[in-house]
């Protein structure tokens, strides 16, 4: 396997504007903050998912590096578990607590072994994307807490309809390269055309983004006395995009290499 043959791994990849995807009654008397869902809770639970991505992720960077058969595995393990994984969580917020770190522990797998591969091509290369990254999320916050980015109906749907654009895209070519053994050019981190750096700028716009939509809906949540678990969803779906958007980071930075 060749760094070719990798996609993103951002299964829930749908809108945090729970107007498309609902999530049940909420106890409109639960008001104690032990039993509501909070905008300091929500980013606590965050830092404990980021947590055991690394904490997986480093193991699996030293694995791939001493075993690269096995770190192939954990790689591909902690994609197509992410996925199934994720997909059971976005729709079913109730199993969050558990699934959310599930999902963070197969993302560190997959994060930590990819990121290796990378490295050992691009040395450097991580840690740039590392902290691109950060300095990306902080500055949405910061558009958004002081609202140069306004999250209405408009602005949604059109991130969301970006969104699935790019899922769907995700989908088919990983069943053509895992199916059929084709190639999308798109992926390879050899094509340094200005049209695949440019969708990969697009795509990276897009995951930054749905940043803002995250932070909205943990926002609304807190605001609307949303049950305790919702916490543990916030921070499943902020967690999703930081990995989405460092994995594009990732790619397009070694596309600038080239």
């Known amino acids: 396997m060749n760094l070719n043959n990798l996609k993103s791994s951002n299964p829930a990849m749908a809108k945090m504007d729970q107007q498309a995807v609902s999530l049940g009654p909420v106890d409109e008397f639960i008001v104690d903050d032990s039993q509501r869902m909070t905008v ?6 965050t830092g404990i998912l980021l947590m055991i991505v690394l904490a ?9 590096l001493n075993d690269p058969g096995l770190g192939r595995t954990l790689m591909l393990t902690g994609m197509f578990g992410g996925i199934v994984v994720g997909l059971v969580v976005a729709f079913k917020p109730n199993f969050a607590p558990v699934g959310s770190m599930i999902y963070a522990g197969l993302q560190g797998l997959f994060v930590g072994a990819l990121s290796a591969m990378f490295e050992a091509r691009y040395p450097g290369l991580v840690m740039q994307a590392v902290g691109l990254t950060m300095a990306v999320m902080f500055s949405m916050l910061f558009c958004y807490r002081t609202g140069l980015i306004k999250v209405t109906e408009t602005f949604k749907k059109v991130i969301v309809f970006a ?12 069943v053509a390269s895992f199916g059929f053994g084709a190639q999308i050019s798109y992926f390879q981190t050899e094509n340094a055309s200005l049209f695949s750096i440019g969708m990969s700028v697009v795509i990276c716009a897009v995951a ?24 543990w969803y916030g921070a499943f779906g902020l967690m999703v995009t930081i990995v989405w958007l460092y994995i594009e980071l990732l790619r397009l930075l070694a596309k600038l290499r080239e």
């Open 208 to 231: 930054a983004l749905n940043l803002v939509l995250d932070f909205d809906f943990i926002e609304r949540g807190s605001e609307s006395n949303m049950p305790k678990h919702f916490e």
């Open 40 to 45: 300091n809770g929500t980013i606590n639970k």
């Open 163 to 174: 969104t699935l654009g790019i899922a769907v895209f995700y989908l088919i070519s990983l």
């Open 56 to 64: 997986v992720g480093a193991w699996a960077w030293q694995t791939m």
